[in-house]
């Protein structure tokens, strides 16, 4: 089997440092070793409602950070979801092979659709369907996400499966998750039991990728703690203390310790001075990355070139693949 590696971002905007400790980090070291297509799932966004006015602007930011990010575009594939027409094509398709059941089991859509679920658009619903031809749509192999897209993976996996079953072939292979690192999910800087995420009102509860020094700082210095001295390596102190090991989570990963490493200097000693360590840690990473964004945005036809290059070469892939499917299932 060729193997091939898919991932994508919403442009969504505020791109945090979950985004960027969760996904993009990871798919770096994947282009030495196999394809790569990484996109930008514009259609995906629509189901939050943007303004059109924002939705340029957002895809060229998530661009901007793939690239700065260190991915190339000479080797990998950046491209925006809405380009390729196969995506949505073969989301039709796939929607005929997932039973309701499995939708219905999909966490994501009860805490994004939250109480009233009869007012949560069809698209949240579906969400999970289209990210499974977004992967299919290149037969790829492997999936570099966070922890929070493990549970939309297997639905892929399954949904690839039935589509086999059901045509009797071994078309569509059933992706690999790939989660890894020691920050597969970073937590809100205020809530150590939320996930830091883009459309949380506060804009104290994520490091964006572009924020400055100053910023990261004061977000740091605000975040959430408890009164206790950091915790000894080797206990469990995750559930009673779900801030903390945030920031322990967050301090391993910029530094590429584990939790225990980070804990074993650390234990006994009091977050202020941690806070600030864990500062410089994440000026050191993020700073360069902030800068490059910034840069590539204030004059984006590198950014724009990028994304239409990519586009051609994602849909010469991507349409031989359609066209096997439409015979396969007798369209054609
Ligand atoms: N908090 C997180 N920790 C680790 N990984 C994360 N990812 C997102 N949040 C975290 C990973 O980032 C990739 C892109 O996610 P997405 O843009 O497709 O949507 P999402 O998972 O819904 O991300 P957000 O940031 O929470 O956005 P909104 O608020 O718009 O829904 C995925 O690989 C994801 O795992």
Redesign the pocket.
């Known amino acids: 089997m060729h193997h091939r590696v898919f ?4 442009p ?1 905007g ?1 791109l ?1 440092l ?2 960027y ?3 993009i980090r990871n798919w770096v070291g994947f282009q030495d070793r196999m394809e790569t297509v990484f996109c930008i ?1 514009d259609l ?1 966004a629509l189901t ?1 409602q943007p303004a059109a006015a924002d939705m340029q602007p957002n895809i060229r930011e998530v661009t901007a950070a793939y690239l700065a990010s260190g991915i190339d575009p000479k080797r990998a594939i950046i491209f925006a979801q809405s380009r390729v027409s196969v995506h949505a094509e073969l989301a039709w398709v796939l929607s005929c092979h997932a039973p309701l059941g499995w939708l219905n089991r999909m966490t ?1 859509f009860k805490e ?1 659709a939250g109480k009233d679920k009869d007012v949560a658009v069809t698209g949240l619903y579906t969400y999970p369907v289209l990210m499974a031809a977004d992967i299919l749509a290149y037969r790829a192999t492997h999936v ?6 493990k549970q939309h993976l297997e639905l892929a996996r399954d949904i690839a499966g039935a589509f086999n079953r059901h045509y009797g072939v071994d078309f569509f292979p059933l992706p690999e998750p790939e989660i890894f690192g020691a ?5 809100s800087l205020r809530d150590g039991t939320k ?6 009102p506060s804009d104290y509860s994520r490091l964006v990728m572009t924020d400055d020094a100053d910023t990261i700082a004061l977000k740091l210095r605000k975040a959430k703690t408890d009164t206790e001295p950091l915790p000894e390596p080797g206990t469990s102190f995750e559930a009673a203390r779900p801030e903390a090991a945030n920031l322990i989570g967050i301090y391993a990963a910029l530094s590429d310790q584990t939790r225990d490493a980070v804990l074993t200097q650390w234990a006994g000693q009091q977050f202020s001075g941690f806070k600030r360590e864990l500062t410089e840690r994440a000026v050191a990473v993020l700073g360069p990355i902030g800068a490059e964004m910034k840069r590539l945005l204030a004059a984006p036809d590198h950014v724009d070139a990028v994304l239409a290059d990519g586009a051609e070469r994602a849909r010469a892939i991507a349409n031989p693949i359609w066209d096997e499917a439409r015979r396969i299932i007798g369209l054609s």
């Open positions: 991932s994508g971002i919403q969504t505020n945090h979950g985004n400790l969760g996904a799932v995906h939050q994501q994004k570099p996400v966070g922890e929070d897209q920050a597969t999910r970073v937590m996930k830091m995420s883009k459309s949380d």
